[in-house]
């Protein structure tokens, strides 16, 4: 562009460039293209409310983690998982999607395998090994009763206590516009949590062996712009900016910038903007809805 300008895309569109230039044509994300928490997914960890966080709660064992795309946990929830596998807690991830919708220079049958394999080495990264994926169709997921059972089935097949997922309101901090896929996911979740323990909605889980499960005490959305809790980032922010570098397809073509250096600053950063109402400690925020 003239000038060397950068061009300013929607959140959850894809930049279209001719084929020859494939820098910069992915999914662009509020606050990620620029490697600092100054865009309107920060703003959703901003102080835009002013009570002081409360402590995650510890006394749980399994947590399931359900998102819409590859790279969605690492962008600011990887810190809380290392903390919570260096407990000795259990984490699994569950994916929508496999991403294959978020390179536009990238054909959907071959991106969907490389960013399943980056997204299992950055699980592993923080003590994550369990990663699922349901298929959905990236770009064009849909909230209701399909998508609902499937989530459901994950829930009474690991049996969490903990559910976390990714902001699910229409906005990021009242700024941007979130992605279709990121609210029906959320939105879903939050109702799966209560579908998994009732045995006559979605009956044919049973016949499967999927048992209910009304175990879930909590979900856990990250990215919201009203945070009730937070886990401490320091001791697994190191390894949150790894597990981030694991995307490195979709970074490379997402920032001109280093990529470590990209990850280092926007993981600090976003774990900074939390600081101040946690005591002056980085985390990692969540709007904490009980059970």
Known sequence: MPGGARPVVPAGRVLRLPRQVPRRAVRAVPGRRTGRADGPYAAAMSDHT??????M???????????????DLEYGCAAAVAAWTDQGKEITYLL???????????????????????????????GVTAVEFLDHRDGVIEYGTALRRDIAAAIRRHRPELVVTLNHRDTWGGTAWNTPD??????????????????????????????PWNGVRWVAVAGSSSPTHAV?????????????????????VLTDQEPEAYCRTLLTSFAEAAAPRFAGRPAVAFELFPR
């Open 50 to 55: 002013p009570e002081q966080l409360a402590e």
């Open 182 to 211: 990121h609210r029906a996911v959320g939105r879903a979740v939050l109702d799966a949590a209560a579908d998994a323990g009732n045995r006559w909605i979605f009956p044919e889980l049973v016949g499967q062996g999927l048992l």
């Open 232 to 252: 401490e980032a320091g001791p697994g922010l190191e390894r949150s900016v790894r597990s981030l570098l694991e995307h490195r397809t979709y970074i490379e």
């Open 57 to 71: 709660p510890a006394d749980w064992k399994r947590a399931l983690a359900v998102v819409a795309h590859p790279d």
């Open 96 to 126: 929508a999607t496999r991403g294959e919708a978020g390179i536009d220079s990238m054909d959907p049958e071959e991106a969907a395998p490389l960013r399943e394999r980056e997204q299992r080495a950055s699980a592993a990264v923080v």
